[in-house]
Protein backbone atom coordinates (compact mmCIF):
# COMPACT_ATOMS: atom_id res chain seq x y z
CA UNK A 1 0.00 0.00 0.00
CA UNK A 2 1.06 3.38 -0.86
CA UNK A 3 1.69 5.82 2.18
CA UNK A 4 -0.01 8.80 -0.09
CA UNK A 5 -3.36 6.64 -0.74
CA UNK A 6 -3.43 6.51 2.93
CA UNK A 7 -3.07 9.78 4.05
CA UNK A 8 -5.60 10.52 0.92
CA UNK A 9 -7.73 8.07 3.23
CA UNK A 10 -7.04 9.57 6.03
CA UNK A 11 -7.79 13.04 5.00
CA UNK A 12 -10.58 12.62 3.21
CA UNK A 13 -12.26 10.55 5.95
CA UNK A 14 -11.50 13.64 8.26
CA UNK A 15 -13.02 15.74 6.09
CA UNK A 16 -16.50 13.71 5.29
CA UNK A 17 -16.71 13.19 9.27
CA UNK A 18 -16.03 17.03 10.05
CA UNK A 19 -18.19 18.34 7.47
CA UNK A 20 -21.60 16.85 8.34
CA UNK A 21 -21.43 16.34 11.59
CA UNK A 22 -20.33 20.50 11.72
CA UNK A 23 -23.93 20.36 9.60
CA UNK A 24 -25.84 18.02 11.70
CA UNK A 25 -24.95 19.69 15.31
CA UNK A 26 -25.49 23.21 14.25
CA UNK A 27 -29.52 23.82 13.62
CA UNK A 28 -28.95 27.24 11.42
CA UNK A 29 -26.43 25.80 9.15
CA UNK A 30 -27.78 26.52 5.52
CA UNK A 31 -26.54 23.61 4.22
CA UNK A 32 -28.59 20.04 4.85
CA UNK A 33 -26.57 17.40 6.25
CA UNK A 34 -27.83 15.09 3.21
CA UNK A 35 -26.86 17.77 0.80
CA UNK A 36 -23.24 18.42 2.98
CA UNK A 37 -22.58 14.53 2.48
CA UNK A 38 -23.18 14.67 -0.83
CA UNK A 39 -21.47 17.89 -1.93
CA UNK A 40 -18.20 16.46 0.47
CA UNK A 41 -18.85 13.05 -0.99
CA UNK A 42 -18.60 14.47 -4.85
CA UNK A 43 -15.09 16.70 -4.19
CA UNK A 44 -13.73 14.51 -2.04
CA UNK A 45 -14.20 11.74 -5.51
CA UNK A 46 -12.90 13.80 -7.88
CA UNK A 47 -9.94 15.00 -5.75
CA UNK A 48 -9.31 11.70 -3.72
CA UNK A 49 -10.24 9.06 -6.65
CA UNK A 50 -6.94 9.44 -8.70
CA UNK A 51 -4.28 8.89 -5.50
CA UNK A 52 -6.26 6.37 -3.57
CA UNK A 53 -9.85 5.05 -5.27
CA UNK A 54 -11.77 7.19 -2.25
CA UNK A 55 -12.95 4.49 -0.81
CA UNK A 56 -13.23 6.47 2.48
CA UNK A 57 -14.51 3.34 4.27
CA UNK A 58 -12.50 0.14 5.70
CA UNK A 59 -15.62 -1.78 5.35
CA UNK A 60 -15.03 -1.53 1.68
CA UNK A 61 -11.45 -1.96 1.43
CA UNK A 62 -12.08 -5.40 3.53
CA UNK A 63 -14.84 -5.99 1.24
CA UNK A 64 -13.12 -5.70 -1.74
CA UNK A 65 -10.25 -7.85 0.00
CA UNK A 66 -7.71 -5.05 -0.37
CA UNK A 67 -6.86 -6.04 3.09
CA UNK A 68 -3.51 -4.07 4.50
CA UNK A 69 -3.90 -2.99 8.10
CA UNK A 70 -2.73 0.80 7.30
CA UNK A 71 -5.36 1.60 4.61
CA UNK A 72 -8.11 -0.01 7.33
CA UNK A 73 -6.83 2.51 9.61
CA UNK A 74 -5.92 5.23 7.58
CA UNK A 75 -10.00 5.92 7.31
CA UNK A 76 -10.61 4.71 11.32
CA UNK A 77 -8.17 7.07 12.61
CA UNK A 78 -9.51 9.51 10.33
CA UNK A 79 -13.45 9.45 11.41
CA UNK A 80 -12.15 9.78 15.45
CA UNK A 81 -9.86 12.91 14.19
CA UNK A 82 -13.18 14.52 11.91
CA UNK A 83 -15.40 13.59 15.25
CA UNK A 84 -12.99 15.48 17.39
CA UNK A 85 -12.74 18.21 15.61
CA UNK A 86 -16.15 18.70 14.85
CA UNK A 87 -16.86 18.48 18.75
CA UNK A 88 -14.55 21.08 19.26
CA UNK A 89 -15.29 23.38 16.35
CA UNK A 90 -19.32 22.94 17.39
CA UNK A 91 -18.81 23.35 21.41
CA UNK A 92 -15.12 25.22 22.47
CA UNK A 93 -15.61 24.60 26.02
CA UNK A 94 -15.49 20.92 25.77
Given amino acids: MRPRAVVAELLGTLALTLSVSISVHNPG ?42 YVWGPVLGAVAGAQLSRYACDPEA
Fill in 29 to 70: FPIPAPAMAGLTLGVLVHLLGPVSGCLLNPAIALGIGSFSLP
